[in-house]
């Protein structure tokens, strides 16, 4: 009996390590399959150029630190309007336009012609900048006249005449925008009419 008694343990002994070369072996799969998942999400990542947007952030930030320190330069106050962006885009603004009612019409300078125009402005900040063109639509207009009959018919003959002078009626506006509400906000104009008779 006592031979009895020592033969199972024998065989305890040896079931013991047969037990744990399985959970050794499965716990060696479990750490390879978690390695090998790891490096094909991070090499996907990678090759998708997922770390790369990081810099592109990074390099948009800088545009927007230029573009408040332009609308500093500016001398743009606190409380002008804020520019609206877009929702798809945080770096992207919002392009909204206003166009003026009534046409500009002035003489061309030592000429019998006469220069017809209808104007419509852009802005990518709020609407306090097309509420202040309304509000002050007589001196921006009587501005914008000046500008326009300070043209010569040689100006007229220029392939560029009508960038020119849509540049130099963006300045005007945004002068006198700036003189009576200290901020211009005006960005862009563009002729949705233009006839010389």
């Given amino acids: 009996m006592a031979e009895a008694?020592?033969?199972p343990a024998p065989e305890e002994a040896e079931g013991e390590p047969k037990k744990k070369k399985p959970i050794l072996l499965i716990a060696v799969i479990v750490l390879s399959l978690i390695v090998l998942i790891g490096s094909v999400v991070f090499?996907?990542?990678y090759l998708s150029g997922y770390f790369e947007h990081k810099s592109e952030a990074a390099a948009h930030e800088k545009v927007d630190e230029l573009e408040k320190e332009a609308a500093d330069a500016h001398n743009a106050t606190p409380e002008g309007p804020a520019k609206v962006k877009k929702e798809a885009e945080a770096t992207r603004f919002e392009n909204t336009y206003l166009q003026i009612d009534?046409?500009?019409?002035?003489n061309?300078?030592?000429?019998?012609?006469?220069?017809?125009v209808q104007i419509a402005i852009m802005t990518h900040y709020d609407s306090r900048v097309f509420d202040n063109v309304k509000k002050h639509e007589f001196a921006i207009r009587s501005a914008v006249l000046d500008v326009m009959r300070q043209s010569t018919e040689a100006d007229v003959a220029k392939s560029d005449f009508r960038t020119e002078l849509a540049a130099k009626i963006k300045v005007v506006m945004n002068e006198?925008?700036?003189?009576?509400e200290d901020f211009g906000g005006i960005e862009d104009v563009f002729f949705t009419s233009f006839v010389m008779q």
């Fill in 108 to 116: 061309i300078t030592n000429s019998k012609k006469v220069m017809v």
């Fill in 102 to 106: 009534k046409e500009f019409m002035t």
């Fill in 43 to 45: 090499g996907t990542l």
């Fill in 5 to 7: 008694a020592a033969a």
């Fill in 176 to 180: 006198m925008l700036m003189k009576y």
